[in-house]
């Protein structure tokens, strides 16, 4: 095991460091930090910037502290901690741990926000932080290394885990320390000394003496997890490391972990697990730089090009309403509760019109934060509601959309509009890439198609998490495999693992002719890329979409593809299947053609279906249905979803096309 303490040193293209030079040394940062506290926008609850926050209604957030106040809270125990090892289930605990940190925040709102009655909602904060400090750990079993290493189902106190829970939790107790620290000293003496002992043995610590974190990127694989745990890190090195030195030494890690993700994010901004985990990857390293900003006085002013491409992603992704476009793990349709002020922050300040009412307009219909997004988010979605300076107004029109599209080519996605400015009539989005990104699909050459901002050929999304969501049979899950995607099976191959599965881009897009064309051999282990090429584009003048499919196939199935035991379609077939993943109620017609309407589609915010048309007529139509047992699918879908898979006729086997016109219903 890699251990050790030395820095390392950054390459001179990594923004941060070409940006900051030695000023985001050690050395240095141990005086531009002092009275960093005293800089930070959130400010101790004493402050009179709470008064603001204290008069608005915040009722949803108050009811359920309310209901909660002087009842037994969440009890994460170790048989719920076993279950991710003994039977791969991940929720009951992390479930637990998320409703006991949840109460906390909620606590700690209520403490900052009522003056008179801060004493009750005190002790509440006072219980719930000693519960953390209590808490054998601060990881997730599903991260921790103890059985890999041990055997042991058991948290192993003597070795803390440095994970996203432990990143959360340390988060947590910086900024409940922060907003209410000299009330916890009145109150409670000696716990804010145990949070500080807690902090430096669970974090500080194996933060600096290990270098074997995987998330730290050192290997070049850079994920979600540099920047979030970097972020919280950030957080509790200002907040509870008092020795100057340490606290310069522990930040000035956290900018050489942030520079390496930010170094891997390409021109274009784009984010290869997709727009849900944008909140948690990018948004958290731009919070991480906003907290440098504020606590060094502007002297890590974060002004760089790579950061107007990263704000600009969430709205390129944008379908209409709360759909977007999700590829990876990611759900369909946004999560309530994101912290849209920070993105209006950062869109304001790189002058994105489009970015600023995007996030003008969510945020105006989430005004009140949720307690499910972390006390630091809450905290600054508060002290964005008592002021209103700097805000602009949100658009009447929430799915306002005035670019044509995009096209990102480093992960090779296209959506186009066919009205461009609205999210009227068809959206088309259409994928490349390969398949070993994060968090990945096999879903290389998928495409989405709207009607009116809502989904009716979808991707299906993340399915709950479990012990296989991230092992070695993560592909035997439905909503993983090609199958179950919008995508080609040449053979009744499921797509290969890895970024030699991959397209070949034939042609790009442009605002003028809105075309996409792959090659997409590669993605199956066929000889070359051009052994099926996929063409998708948006007709406007037509109001149509079409999907082309071309294919010159080899006689046999390349050795070493066949689907992993257990997935659809089964092996050896010599079958040519083309699927579309269909939302809502299908209607299967005799004269090849089909119709869907958003029927069953919870949220659905539009009556209009898609019909569709094909060629070949003499495709063989075959219809599966998907019953969604997992509510993280059947909240966003309804009760199923549904496949159409056009089975080619013998003639068209070894060579052919395929062609599907998909239309607005009126």
């Known amino acids: 095991m890699a251990t050790g303490t030395a820095a390392v040193e950054a390459p001179p293209r990594f923004p941060l460091r070409r940006a900051w030079g030695v000023r985001a040394d050690a050395s240095s940062l141990v005086e531009t930090l002092l009275g960093s506290r005293d800089r930070l926008t959130i400010r101790p609850a004493s402050d009179a910037g709470w008064q603001l926050p204290a008069v608005r209604p915040l009722l949803e957030l108050r009811a359920q502290a309310d209901a909660e106040k002087g009842t037994p809270g969440p009890q994460p125990l170790v048989s719920h901690y076993a279950r991710y090892f003994r039977d791969g289930n991940r929720t009951a605990y992390e479930g637990l741990v998320a409703s006991r940190q949840q109460r906390l925040t909620r606590a700690v709102v209520m403490a ?10 005190l002790d509440e904060v006072i219980d719930g932080a000693y519960l953390l400090c ?184 944008h379908l209409g309403h709360r759909w977007f476009l999700n590829v990876a793990d990611g759900p369909a349709r946004a999560h309530e509760g994101l912290p849209w002020g920070m993105l209006h922050h950062w869109a304001l300040r790189v002058g994105d019109s489009e970015a600023t009412q995007l996030a003008a307009a969510f945020a105006a219909v989430e005004p009140e934060p949720n307690a499910a997004a972390g006390l630091g988010r809450v905290l600054t979605s508060l002290t964005q509601l008592g002021s209103s300076s700097g805000r602009s107004q949100p658009s009447e029109r929430p799915d306002l959309l005035p670019s044509w599209g995009t096209y990102l080519p480093s992960v090779q996605i296209m959506l186009a509009r066919q009205t461009p400015g609205t999210s009227e009539g068809l959206t088309l989005a259409a994928k490349g890439g390969h398949n070993g990104e994060h968090h990945n699909h096999r879903d290389v050459g998928s495409v989405v198609v709207a009607v009116d901002g809502v989904p009716l050929l979808v991707d299906a999304g993340q399915p709950t998490y479990t012990a296989q969501t991230f092992g070695p049979d993560r592909y035997q899950i439905r909503a993983m495999q090609s199958a179950w995607h919008s995508v080609p099976a040449p053979f009744g191959l499921e797509q290969g693992t890895g970024t030699a599965f991959a397209a070949t881009v034939l042609q790009e897009p442009s605002p003028e002719e809105p075309t996409l064309a792959l090659g997409l051999g590669a993605a199956y282990g066929l000889d070359h890329a051009e052994q099926w090429i996929r063409t998708s584009l948006i007709n406007r003048e037509l109001g149509n979409v079409v999907i082309d499919d071309r294919w010159n196939l080899p006689a046999n199935p390349p050795e070493g593809t066949d689907p992993p035991e257990g997935t659809d379609p089964p092996e050896g077939t010599h079958d040519v299947d083309i699927a579309y993943l269909v939302a809502g109620t299908v209607s299967v017609g005799t004269d090849a053609t089909a119709t869907i309407t958003p029927e069953g589609i919870p949220a659905a915010e539009t009556t209009k279906g898609l019909h569709l048309r094909w060629k070949p007529a003499t495709a063989v139509v075959l219809v599966d249905e998907w019953l969604l047992d997992d509510p993280l699918l059947s909240d966003i879908w309804g009760e199923k979803l549904t496949r159409l898979r056009f089975r080619m006729p013998v003639e068209h086997r070894a060579s052919g096309a395929f062609t599907l016109t998909v239309e607005a219903t009126s």
């Open 134 to 317: 209590e808490q054998s750990s601060w990881s997730w079993a599903a991260h921790d290394e103890v059985f890999t290493r041990s055997g042991h189902v058991v948290p192993d106190r003597s070795r803390p885990y440095l994970d996203l829970g432990a990143g959360e939790v340390v988060a947590q107790l910086a900024w409940l320390d922060h907003v209410l620290g000299a009330a916890l000293d009145e109150r409670a003496p000696g716990l804010r000394q145990r949070i500080r002992l807690e902090t430096n043995e669970r974090v500080i610590r194996p933060f600096l003496d290990r270098l074997d974190w995987h998330w730290l990127g050192l290997d070049g694989d850079v994920h979600n997890w540099n920047p979030w745990i970097h972020s919280n890190i950030i957080a509790a090195a200002l907040l509870l490391v008092e020795d100057p030195e340490l606290q310069a030494e522990v930040v000035a890690r956290c900018i050489e972990g942030l520079d390496r993700f930010f170094a891997s994010i390409p021109a274009d901004g784009a984010i290869d697990e997709g727009f849900a985990y944008w909140w948690n990857g990018a948004g958290r390293a731009l919070e991480g730089l906003a907290l440098l900003e504020e606590a060094s006085g502007g002297v890590l002013n974060p002004d760089l090009p790579v950061i107007r491409a990263l704000v600009a992603f969430p709205r390129r992704m």
């Open 112 to 121: 900052a926000v009522n003056g008179p009655s801060r004493e009750e909602w």
